[in-house]
T-cell receptor, first 112, second 116 residues
């Protein structure tokens, strides 16, 4: 499983887009990219995942670089509720492992 | 549909005691994984159970153990508690084995253990 690197913290204004970067330069061809977030006093919550193509869902968009060595989680309009720690995880599936390896994540603050 | 339920939410123990934490997965989910979260080490994988069998284990001492029942409910036990075991213990459920399909891991709110 590839190691990921994220900024420790980021700030955003409410109702503005947020781009959260993640570097995974050692990713292999079968590693998926996941994003989870953890709101204060809660367990992690799944946000989005992808392999090669950009992905969209109701929560966010995931833009994956063509060489797959980096990706960006995009929150289109940040709300106060989006203030959380965001974890970018690279993980392989189909083998005997599959447990997620969390890094330190990016703490996102949203200002009103 | 009810989420992952963990009990108790908070508990305080003293060194040397043991503790049992419980996790009820989302109905229909057969996989339960346990994670430990501390300020220093972050989120670390403990073990995964699927169909009552431990399928995967993290790098934790044998004092940490678990089991899964036929209804998919899971318990984890920590014996001979140490101060360093103070942490938030998180349970996550999945309809299939966590190693099979991405994006299907659902976490509970955790059990916060304090060891004095």
């Amino acid at each position: 499983d590839a190691k990921t690197t994220q900024p420790n913290s980021m700030e955003s204004n409410e109702e503005e887009p947020v781009h959260l970067p993640c570097n995974h330069s050692t990713i292999s061809g079968t590693d998926y990219i996941h994003w989870y977030r953890q709101l204060p006093s809660q367990g992690p919550e799944y946000v989005i995942h992808g392999l090669t193509s950009n992905v969209n869902n109701r929560m966010a968009s995931l833009a994956i670089a063509e060489d797959r060595k980096s990706s960006t989680l995009i929150l289109h309009r940040a709300t106060l509720r989006d203030a959380a720690v965001y974890y970018c995880i690279s993980n392989r599936y189909g083998g005997s492992q599959g447990n997620l390896i969390f890094g330190k994540g990016t703490k996102l603050s949203v200002k009103p | 549909k009810a989420g992952v339920t963990q009990t108790p939410r908070y508990l305080i123990k003293t060194r040397g005691q043991q503790v049992t934490l419980s996790c009820s997965p989302i109905s229909g989910h057969r996989s339960v994984s346990w994670y430990q979260q501390t300020p220093g080490q972050g989120l670390q994988f403990l073990f995964e159970y699927f169909s009552e069998t431990q399928r995967n284990k993290g790098n934790f001492p044998g004092r940490f153990s678990g089991r899964q029942f036929s209804n998919s409910r899971s318990e984890m036990n920590v014996s001979t508690l140490e101060l360093g075991d103070s942490a938030l213990y998180l349970c996550a459920s999945s309809p299939r084995r966590a190693s099979e399909v991405p994006g299907e891991l659902f976490f509970g709110e955790g059990s916060r253990l304090t060891v004095l």
